[in-house]
């Protein structure tokens, strides 16, 4: 795939993503939140990742569950990164309380990654 192939699709994807109507309320403030927090080895953020299995908000309380994972069992910041997550959570306007689930089940795949994420790291 040549350059100009690239940039056609990233070009794509652009006028995709404005086309699409934006998520409201608060649901969209924690997702909003959850793409400021970037994977320490990989340079995409967790949300597009892939590494978000779960995401229950509850509009009226501003409680929000994350369950999530890592793209690996030894992570490095397997202790620690739940909780940055959480506090990046938590400061998301509209959110009460917060608290993050790490699980494994199913272990991360670059299949879970968004379009978006895979073209930023070449695998489109």
Not at 35 to 57: F, K, Q, S, W
Not at 102 to 108: A, G, K, Y
Request: charged share 25%; glycine share 8%; net charge negative.
């Amino acid at each position: 795939m040549g350059i100009f192939d690239w940039l056609h699709r990233a070009e794509k994807l652009k006028a995709e993503e404005q086309q699409a109507p934006p998520e409201a309320g608060l649901r969209a403030e924690v997702i909003a939140a959850l793409r400021t927090v970037y994977d320490p080895e990989i340079p995409v953020n967790i949300y597009d990742l892939g590494l978000i299995y779960g995401l229950d908000v509850d509009e009226e309380s501003g409680k929000v569950a994350v369950r999530m994972t890592l793209t690996a069992p030894g992570c490095p910041v397997a202790e620690t990164f739940p909780g940055t997550v959480q506090c990046v959570v938590e400061a998301a306007p509209g959110v009460s309380e917060a608290s993050v689930e790490l699980v494994w089940d199913p272990p991360w795949s670059a299949d879970q990654m968004s379009e978006a994420a895979r073209l930023e790291l070449g695998l489109l």
